[in-house]
């Protein structure tokens, strides 16, 4: 006599990477600002060191196979992604940032948000021509701040190869804005 799920029934009730990392993820209202819904804040994930871990890995594994030179992170949280990537490949890093937080000479990027307009800066030097660039952050929401570091990447002579994202809401269409470059990412929600 059996006792207990059979295996493939035992399978089903490990959850997947992508479910473990969508329960770790805490929704918040009101926040960035009041009257948003369903604001997706992933420091509850990295709180988790073996499951950041994971994420990483799968990361690094789909990163590696495109083979670029460097590293893009997005402020802030792509540093949390971005960082370790590049750490992992044993390639650079370049900090996209938000206005006046660099030192040095910079090129920026203006972008149009849902509720106004921002902007994205790199510093001139960060990207030499010809080089292959990986864009990583995060979150892909509406696709503008991406496609901002885009531009100056591209602006500096880089070849985007693609963007990495943990989590993407689809239902935003940032896709939309990036079509034409291979985007990855790990969960998708597909509603706030």
Same mark, same amino acid.
């Given at each position: 006599?059996?006792?207990?799920?059979?295996?493939?029934?035992?399978?089903?009730? =490990?959850?997947?990477?992508? &479910?473990?990392?969508?329960? /770790?993820?805490?929704?918040?209202? #009101?926040?960035?600002? %009041? *009257?948003?819904?369903?604001?997706?804040?992933?420091?509850?994930?990295?709180?988790?060191?073996?499951?950041?871990?994971?994420?990483?890995?799968?990361?690094?594994?789909?990163?590696?196979?495109?083979?670029?030179?460097?590293?893009?992170?997005?402020?802030?949280?792509?540093?949390?992604?971005?960082?370790?990537?590049?750490?992992?490949?044993?390639?650079?890093?370049?900090?996209?940032?938000?206005?006046?937080?660099?030192?040095?000479?910079?090129?920026? =990027?203006?972008?149009?948000? &849902?509720?106004?307009?921002? /902007?994205?800066?790199?510093?001139? #030097?960060?990207?030499? %021509? *010809?080089?292959?660039?990986?864009?990583?952050?995060?979150?892909?929401?509406?696709?503008?701040?991406?496609?901002?570091?885009?531009?100056?990447?591209?602006?500096?002579?880089?070849?985007?190869?693609?963007?990495?994202?943990?989590?993407?809401?689809?239902?935003?269409?940032?896709?939309?804005?990036?079509?034409?470059?291979?985007?990855?990412?790990?969960?998708?929600?597909?509603?706030?």
């Amino acid at each position: 006599m059996r006792v207990g799920p059979r295996p493939r029934e035992a399978e089903r009730l =490990v959850p997947s990477l992508e &479910e473990q990392v969508s329960r /770790s993820i805490r929704s918040l209202n #009101d926040f960035p600002r %009041k *009257g948003f819904t369903g604001f997706k804040d992933l420091t509850t994930l990295w709180k988790d060191g073996p499951l950041t871990r994971k994420v990483n890995d799968v990361l690094y594994q789909h990163a590696k196979k495109m083979k670029p030179d460097k590293i893009v992170g997005i402020e802030s949280r792509g540093f949390v992604v971005g960082a370790p990537l590049a750490d992992r490949l044993g390639i650079g890093f370049v900090l996209a940032r938000k206005p006046n937080k660099l030192p040095g000479e910079k090129l920026r =990027v203006e972008y149009q948000l &849902e509720y106004g307009k921002d /902007s994205v800066e790199m510093h001139s #030097d960060a990207i030499a %021509k *010809g080089e292959k660039v990986m864009i990583v952050d995060d979150l892909l929401a509406t696709g503008g701040t991406s496609d901002a570091a885009r531009q100056l990447v591209e602006k500096m002579g880089g070849k985007v190869i693609g963007f990495i994202f943990v989590v993407e809401l689809t239902f935003l269409k940032g896709r939309d804005k990036l079509a034409g470059y291979p985007i990855y990412s790990l969960v998708k929600y597909e509603q706030s």
